[in-house]
């Protein structure tokens, strides 16, 4: 072992002597001295594996063709011996079928081995060859004439034995040549693998040592890195603490604003929606005072227009019961006037007003249901009515104005019990999807013609049901152009809208989901179809729970 150790010391010495090279200019040596030799040696050793492939792969064709060209000769040979004997036409046609197989085995063999077929020897069995064939043909052709015993004579005759003779021995001559051309390509061969076999231990030789060498110069290199990796993940074990330790105060952080910024988002929700809430009681407030004052006289001054003008009417009838000829300047008056029409049409004008003034009340009074500025509580309320007092006020928009047609409602309302609710934000949620659903609407048919519109008339419905014994349903759904479901994750984000800009907030239905979901404990979503329409669901439970 130990003097093993000091050879390979003795050999690294006598390799760094006289090279004062850099380790890298080493390596890089000797990868090209293993380039140099390797290329050469391949290259010896390919042409040693393609000789042998070639030497064995024609040996097999040649032997194979030698016994076929042995094989058809015998057959042919039979055949032309066998038609002069019998007679029988079957031989010949047998000798025509077989001489082309042994023209193309001959063709092929001379292919293969064309040396062997270009001596005098071969030229000789040619000719033999084709005297036989000759004297086969006229033996042939001497059946074919009735004169069999001449063609069996011609074929036994020491003429055609001894061309027979020729070509057989030419035929072996040939065989020789073939197997001595075969002898010298072993020949090469040997002498290629020799000269592989000597290449490849001078390669070695060179070799072993530069890349002992080189692996040395490796080791010391691995050494050298494990220790530089050593202290590189020391100094990435420290940096990732510190980065963990910044990502962990990054993400603190970030979760703080991003709670600030849902506050401040909230807030700012809730700072409109108040305002918005405040901007609409005040207006509803000063609407409903400035026409409730009024309508009251109205209401209730219209009965004693009605006593007063039945007595009067009476009055006049009486005048005409017992003055029959009045002087002619009242019957001149009483044409001019029309009293028939004026007695018959005055107690219709009377029943039109005190229809108006109701018409008004409940105007007012669907106002006050709406916005609910006296009830900020919690209350059970009728959500029908607040439905009802929703398309009051959104009435306007449902009638046909110029190209926008007629919105349908229809009610398809259930018994529901009485909701605890905040019955004025309720309201409001209402008002949002109704009007949305509204312009959804309008802008279906701007892009629909008269046709279609008629064949599919815009509608909404509305439909409310009992789920169970503690949650109701509110379904708001209309036929128009459904919402493209890339968007429908986004619906219920504050300032997200699809309207032109002044056209939108988007807090409509980002407020109506606080509501619902925050404040009444419930749920709001939405189902859509795109091109059949969009269905927005509230489920409220009955009985108040603290959100």
Request: proline share 3%; with cysteine.
């Given at each position: ?146 004169e069999k015993l001449a063609a069996a004579s011609l074929i036994s005759s ?102 600030t910024l849902q506050r401040l988002q909230q807030a700012q929700i809730q ?232 056209q939108g907030t988007g807090l409509g239905l980002s407020i109506s989901y ?34």
């Amino acid at each position: 072992m130990l003097q093993k150790q000091k050879i390979k010391s003795i050999l690294f010495k006598f390799i760094r002597i006289p090279f004062k090279l850099l380790p890298s200019q080493v390596i890089s040596i000797t990868v090209v001295l293993t380039l140099f030799l390797f290329v050469p040696q391949t290259w010896i050793t390919w042409q040693a594996y393609n000789d042998f492939n070639s030497i064995i792969k024609n040996e097999l064709r040649l032997q194979n063709l030698s016994d076929k060209i042995t094989y058809y000769d015998e057959v042919l040979t039979m055949s032309a011996r066998m038609n002069a004997a019998t007679g029988n036409s079957v031989w010949e046609t047998r000798y025509r079928q077989f001489e082309p197989l042994l023209d193309a085995a001959i063709k092929e063999s001379i292919k293969l081995a064309p040396d062997a077929y270009n001596s005098q020897d071969a030229k000789a069995t040619d000719i033999a060859n084709q005297r036989l064939v000759a004297m086969e043909y006229q033996s042939f052709d001497l059946v074919n004439k009735g004169e069999k015993l001449a063609a069996a004579s011609l074929i036994s005759s020491n003429k055609y034995e001894s061309e027979k003779q020729k070509y057989a021995s030419g035929v072996k001559k040939i065989n020789q040549r073939i197997s001595k051309q075969i002898y010298n390509r072993v020949s090469n061969y040997r002498k290629y693998l020799l000269w592989s076999i000597c290449g490849s231990f001078i390669s070695l030789a060179f070799l072993i040592p530069s890349w002992l060498l080189v692996l040395r110069l490796l080791k010391n290199y691995l050494k050298t890195s494990k220790l530089a990796q050593k202290t590189l993940k020391n100094i990435n074990h420290e940096l990732e603490v510190r980065v963990e330790k910044r990502a962990e105060e990054l993400q603190y952080k970030n979760i703080q604003l991003t709670q600030t910024l849902q506050r401040l988002q909230q807030a700012q929700i809730q700072l409109i929606q108040t305002e918005k809430m405040s901007s609409l009681g005040e207006m509803v407030a000063g609407i409903a005072h400035e026409i409730n004052n009024p309508i009251t006289f109205v209401k209730c001054n219209i009965e004693y227009v009605k006593e007063y003008s039945i007595n009067l009417l009476d009055l006049v009838r009486l005048y005409q019961r017992y003055y029959m000829q009045p002087p002619e300047i009242i019957q001149t008056k009483i044409k001019d006037i029309d009293l028939e029409f004026i007695q018959e049409d005055f107690t219709k004008i009377l029943q039109s007003i005190e229809v108006g003034t109701d018409r008004v009340e409940q105007i007012v009074k669907s106002l006050r249901n709406f916005s609910r500025l006296d009830e900020a509580e919690i209350k059970a309320v009728d959500i029908h009515e607040g439905i009802d007092g929703t398309l009051m006020i959104l009435s306007h928009r449902l009638k046909a104005v110029n190209k926008n047609p007629h919105i349908s409602i229809i009610k398809e309302y259930a018994l529901l019990p009485m909701v605890e609710c905040y019955p004025g934000l309720l309201n409001q949620v209402f008002m949002n999807i109704l009007a949305n659903a509204i312009d959804s609407l309008y802008e279906y048919n701007v892009q629909r013609t008269v046709d279609e519109i008629q064949d599919n008339p815009s509608e909404i419905r509305i439909c409310t049901h009992q789920l169970n014994e503690s949650w109701i349903q509110v379904r708001i759904i209309d036929n128009g152009t459904g919402i493209p479901e890339n968007i429908r994750d986004k619906l219920f984000n504050p300032f997200f809208t699809t309207k032109p800009v002044g056209q939108g907030t988007g807090l409509g239905l980002s407020i109506s989901y606080q509501i619902i979901v925050d404040k009444h404990s419930g749920k709001l979503y939405c189902n859509s179809t795109q091109g059949k329409g969009t269905e927005f669901v509230i489920e409220v439970p009955i009985i108040h729970r603290l959100a």
